[in-house]
C-alpha cells in the first residue's frame, strides 16, 4: 500500500471512529469531545503556520477571535442568519490573517513573534473597548433558537457533535492535501532552510503570506463554529491565554504532523480534566506532565512515533 | 552570443569593497572558472548574479535582459541554477526530497516528471543509492554533490557552482571533471575552484578576481603563464 492511501486510510479512520464514538460517548464526555474536535481545528490552523512553515506566532488568539466576533456580532447586531455569519465569520479571518499578513513580512524571527503578539494584544483592547456592541469580557450569548442552519439546530448536543466532526474533517482533508501537495512541501523547505528554498526559485514571501492566511483563516472558522455551537463569545478568547493555547496543543500533539494538533488538544483537555477533579493545584500536575513530556518526547506524541517508526506519517 | 554579463558591478561591506567595479561576461556555452585567493570576491560577486545578495552599483543582465533588480527567484526561474560554498541541504529531509524541491516548480505537479528527473540528477552525480537517507546522514562528499545534483537537476542555463570539489575524494574529483565535460554544451556554466587541476582540465577560459577586481582574464594556458597572477595566487597557493 502506498504511503498515500496509508495516509488517507488512518485519518479517515479516526474520523469514523469518532463517528461511531458519538453513539456511545457517555453525555459529560460527549460535549467534551465536541469541544475538543472544534478546537483541534483552531491547533490545526496554528499547526500549518508553526507546524509547517516553522512560524512562531503568538498571537493566533486575533484569528480566532475575528471569526468568533465576525459571527457574533453580525448575529447580535445586524440580526444575521447564522449561515451567513458564519461566511462573515470565516471572512474576517480571511481580512484580518492578510493584512496582518503583509505587515509581518516584514519581520523575522523575534520580530514575527512580538509583532504577533502585539497585534493580538490590539485586538483583545479593541474588543473590550468597544465594550458596548461586545460586552467586554462578560461576552454576547447567542440565542438558542438563532443558533441553527437549514432547520438543524446546532445548540443540540448531536447535532453539535456532527457539526464539530465535519468541521474537523474538513480541516483534516485540507491540512493533509497542503501537505502532499507541492504547496506543502515548500512550506516544510522554508521551514528548513529558507535561504536555499529561496535559492531554489521560490517566492519566499508569497509562500508565507499564503501560510498566514490559510492558517488565519483555520483559526478563525474554528472561532465561529466554536461560537455558533457553543453560543457564546467573550473578550478571553482573544486574550494572550488564547494565543498560548493552540501552540502547547500542538506541541504537545507533534509540531508539523496532521494528527498531533487532535492529540495535543485532546491529551490536553482530559489531562487538565482530571488533574482539577484530584486536587485545586491542577495547574501542577498539568505543568508537571507537560515538562516531562517535552523531555522525553520532544517531537511531541505523535512527531515520536513518527520518529519511532510510522516514518510515513504525515 | 553572450549568456551573462556585468557591467561595473560593486559590493561594498561597510568599508570594505568586496568587489570593485567588475565588468564580465561569459558568452553561452562555456565552461568559465573563476579563481582567485582567499577573500578575492568570488563568492560575493556570483551571489550578485544570483540575486543572492544586492549590488551596491552596477548592472547585470542574463540573456540578454536586466535583472539587476530582479529577486533572486526570479532569475533562478529565468535559468540560473546556484550551488552554495557552504553546503546548503536540507538536512532533516531525504536525498530525494532535496532534489525533488529544486525540480517541482518546473515539473508543476506531475509526480512522474518529479521522480524521473531527481533519479536522473542523482545518478549524474552517483548517488542514486542514497535517495532515501536523510541529507543530514550522509557524508560532507557526498553532500556536497547532493549540492551539485540540486542544481544540475534544474537543467538551467547558467550552473553556479562555488567551491564544489571542496571536500571530496581524489575519485569523486574524477567523476566531478567528467560530470562537467558531459555537460559542456548542454549549459553554460560558472565555477569558482581553488583546485588547480581540476580548472585546468575543465575550464575553456578562466578569470582571476583579487582583491575584488578583475586581475587576468584568458585561457587555461595564458593564465597558467601570467606572471601576475603567478605572484597573485598560484604562488601563495
Ligand atoms: N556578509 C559579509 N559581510 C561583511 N563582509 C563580507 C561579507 N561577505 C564577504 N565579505 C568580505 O568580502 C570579501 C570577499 O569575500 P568573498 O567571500 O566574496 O571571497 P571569496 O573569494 O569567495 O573567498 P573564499 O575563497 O575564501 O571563498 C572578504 O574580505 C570578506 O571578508
Ligand atoms: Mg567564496
Known amino acids: 500500500m502506498s504511503e498515500l492511501k496509508k495516509s488517507w486510510l488512518l485519518h479517515l479512520g479516526i474520523v469514523a471512529l469518532l463517528f461511531v464514538l458519538q453513539f456511545v460517548l457517555p453525555s459529560y464526555h460527549h460535549a467534551s469531545m465536541a469541544r ?79 509583532v504577533t503578539l502585539m497585534f493580538s494584544q490590539a485586538g483583545y483592547l479593541t474588543v473590550l473597548y468597544f465594550g458596548e456592541f461586545t460586552r467586554g469580557d462578560e461576552g454576547l450569548v447567542i440565542q438558542q433558537e438563532l443558533r441553527s442552519i437549514a432547520g438543524i439546530d446546532l445548540s443540540d448536543p448531536t447535532s453539535r457533535y456532527f457539526a464539530a466532526l465535519l468541521l474537523m474533517t474538513i480541516c483534516i482533508i485540507v491540512s493533509l492535501r497542503v501537505v502532499q501537495a507541492g504547496f506543502g512541501r515548500v512550506l516544510v523547505a522554508i521551514r528548513e532552510n529558507n535561504e536555499r528554498t529561496r535559492m531554489l526559485g ?13 492558517s488565519g483563516t483555520m483559526s478563525a472558522a474554528a472561532g465561529a463554529c466554536y461560537c455558533l455551537l457553543f453560543g457564546y463569545a467573550g473578550a478571553t478568547f482573544a486574550s494572550v491565554q488564547y494565543s498560548i493555547f493552540p501552540l502547547l496543543w500542538v506541541l504537545l500533539g507533534g509540531a508539523g504532523t496532521v494528527l498531533g494538533p487532535f492529540v495535543g488538544t485532546l491529551f490536553m483537555f482530559y489531562l487538565i480534566d482530571l488533574s482539577s477533579g484530584l486536587t485545586t493545584a491542577y ?11 517535552t523531555l522525553f518526547a520532544p517531537q511531541g506524541l505523535v512527531g515520536e512515533i513518527r520518529r519511532r517508526g510510522l516514518r510515513w506519517l504525515p | 552570443m553572450n549568456l551573462l554579463s556585468t557591467h561595473n558591478l560593486s559590493r561594498k561591506f561597510g568599508g570594505i569593497t568586496a568587489v570593485d567595479n567588475i565588468s564580465f561576461v ?59 560554498q557552504i553546503t546548503s541541504i536540507y538536512g532533516r529531509l531525504s536525498v530525494f526530497e532535496n532534489v525533488a524541491l529544486a525540480v517541482r516548480w518546473q515539473t508543476i505537479g506531475d509526480e512522474n516528471e518529479t521522480k524521473r528527473r531527481v533519479e536522473d540528477a542523482l545518478a549524474e552525480v552517483g548517488i542514486s543509492d542514497r535517495a532515501t537517507q536523510l541529507a543530514g546522514d550522509l557524508s560532507y562528499g557526498h553532500q556536497r554533490l547532493l549540492e551539485i545534483a540540486m542544481g544540475l537537476c534544474q537543467r538551467p542555463k547558467l550552473l553556479i557552482l562555488d567551491e564544489p570539489t571542496q571536500g571530496l575524494a581524489d575519485s569523486e574529483i574524477n567523476q566531478f571533471i567528467r560530470l562537467i565535460s558531459n555537460l ?18 575543465s575550464a575553456d577560459a578562466i578569470t582571476v578576481l583579487n582583491n575584488g577586481k578583475v586581475l587576468a582574464e584568458g585561457s587555461p594556458k595564458e593564465i597558467h603563464e601570467n606572471a601576475a597572477v603567478q605572484a597573485a595566487y598560484l604562488g601563495t597557493s
Not at chain 1, 495547574?283 to 513530556?293: E, N, P, R, T, Y
Request: proline residues 2%; contains cysteine.
Open chain 1, 36 to 114: 475538543i474536535m472544534v478546537l483541534t481545528c483552531y491547533a490545526m490552523g496554528y499547526n500549518i503556520l508553526f507546524g509547517y512553515t516553522g512560524l512562531l506566532s503568538l498571537g493566533h488568539a486575533l484569528f480566532f477571535a475575528a471569526g468568533m466576533y465576525g459571527l457574533s456580532l453580525s448575529m447580535q447586531h445586524l440580526e444575521w442568519l447564522a449561515g451567513p455569519a458564519l461566511i462573515i465569520g470565516l471572512l474576517s479571518g480571511v481580512v484580518v490573517s492578510l493584512t496582518i499578513g503583509l505587515l509581518l513580512l516584514r519581520t523575522t524571527g523575534v520580530a514575527f513573534m512580538i
Open chain 1, 202 to 214: 521560490y517566492d519566499i514571501q508569497r509562500h508565507k503570506l499564503s501560510a498566514i492566511v490559510l
Open chain 1, 283 to 293: 495547574m501542577l500536575i498539568a505543568g508537571f506532565s507537560l515538562v516531562m513530556l
Open chain 2, 26 to 84: 561569459i558568452p553561452t556555452g562555456q565552461v568559465r572558472a573563476l579563481i582567485g585567493p582567499n577573500g578575492a570576491g568570488k563568492t560575493t560577486f556570483v551571489s550578485m548574479l544570483s540575486g543572492r545578495i544586492a549590488a551596491t552599483e552596477g548592472q547585470v543582465f542574463f540573456d540578454g535582459i536586466d535583472v539587476t533588480k530582479e529577486p533572486a527567484h526570479l532569475r533562478i526561474r529565468a535559468g540560473m541554477a546556484y550551488t552554495f
Open chain 2, 184 to 201: 559542456r554544451g548542454v549549459m553554460t556554466i560558472l565555477l569558482i575552484e581553488h583546485n588547480i587541476d581540476v580548472v585546468m582540465r
